[in-house]
């Protein structure tokens, strides 16, 4: 069984940055792309950016400039990191992936998310 688990998020000031980090674990997969996105209560999950096995981003008009997306294939791990963060980028976020699994099968899979705070 494939997991995803996030990690990184926290607390921090208005123009600071984090690293969020997404690893994919279990046996016999290949992760074919992997978004980040992120949903704060009341509000539906809106993508952030996205990554394909490639090496292809794509980055909302949300995430340019400030998000970057990157990814390590052999280590199964998908990074964002986050500069100049506002306080409307408070969220908790996601990462969701694409993954092959050891049958050949195209599955779908969301990590637990990891809660962002950004005050100002």
Do not use: H
């Amino acid at each position: 069984q494939v997991q995803l688990v996030e990690s990184g998020g926290g607390s921090v000031q208005a123009g600071g940055s984090l690293t969020l980090a997404c690893a994919a674990s279990g046996s016999g997969f290949s992760t074919q792309g992997t978004r980040w996105y992120r949903q704060v209560p009341g509000k539906q999950r809106e993508l952030v950016a996205s990554i394909s096995r490639g090496g292809t981003t794509y980055y909302t008009d949300t995430a340019k400039g400030r998000f970057t997306i990157s990814g390590d294939n052999a280590k199964n791990i998908v990074y964002l990191r986050m500069n100049t963060l506002k306080p409307e980028d408070t969220a908790v976020y996601y990462c969701y992936a694409d993954v092959r699994n050891a049958f050949g099968t195209l599955i779908s899979i969301w990590g637990q998310g990891t809660q962002v705070t950004v005050s100002s």
